[in-house]
């Protein structure tokens, strides 16, 4: 692959509890583009994208964990200088669905004590497992609107439904926030 002079380098941080499809979501979204690699030393992989808005070619690194175990000790260099957060959970009916939408505001916790006030948006993944028209999303609006996460996004990463707007929803508002303290810093617009 032919390095891109990018104008932006953003990395966005994928976390959730384990099986919720995190890499499964990273994979459709960068398919056929990506660079996957694996870094062991702090057991995470990631994944680099390319994408041009307003002919602005923007850089995303997309890291999530890749073992859970060892996770705990190796969050510093995990977290470091992510612009942004996703975070998954899964809509099965079952007890995995039921605690990784409980640990979603755990998650938020941690990442904030690494990253601050960084943008975040919530993916309930896994929805071709589930009948879309008895979904309840009372509960996960709320916590959107009381933790000022830009958003959800209900997502497939079976089917890939939902996941380039989820995905795009992320990298277009890094792209805009950063475009314009850019310009203010320039003096330009
Ligand atoms: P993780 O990276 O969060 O740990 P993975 O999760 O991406 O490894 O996914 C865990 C399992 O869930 C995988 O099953 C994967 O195929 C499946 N999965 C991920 N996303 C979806 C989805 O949207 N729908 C369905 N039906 N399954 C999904 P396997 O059996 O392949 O290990
Ligand atoms: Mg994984």
Not at 17 to 31: C, E, H, Y
Not at 87 to 109: A, C, P, Q, R
Not at 126 to 132: G, H, P, Q
Request: contains cysteine; aromatic residues 14%; charged residues 30%.
């Amino acid at each position: 692959m032919n390095e891109i002079r990018a104008k932006y380098i953003f990395k966005i941080t994928v976390i959730g509890d384990g099986f919720v499809g995190k890499t499964s979501l990273i994979r459709k979204f960068t398919q056929g583009t990506f660079k996957n690699d694996y870094i062991k030393t702090i057991g995470a992989q990631f994944s680099v994208f390319n994408e041009e808005i307003d002919g602005d070619i923007c850089k995303l690194s997309f890291w999530d964990i890749a073992g859970q175990d060892e996770f705990h000790f190796l969050r510093p260099a995990f977290y470091k200088d992510s612009k942004a957060a996703i975070i998954v959970y899964t809509l099965e009916e079952n007890d995995l669905g039921k605690e990784s939408f409980k640990h979603l505001t755990n998650w938020h916790e941690d990442i904030k004590k690494f990253c601050g006030d960084i943008p975040i948006v919530v993916f309930a993944n896994k929805v071709d497992l589930v009948d879309k028209k008895s979904l309840d999303n009372t509960k996960i609006q709320k916590i959107v609107r009381k933790r000022n996460y830009l958003g959800y996004f209900i997502t497939s990463a079976k089917t890939g439904e939902g996941v380039s707007e989820a995905f795009q929803a992320i990298i277009r508002e890094l792209y805009y926030k950063y475009k314009a303290i850019f310009s203010e810093l320039s003096g330009t617009n």
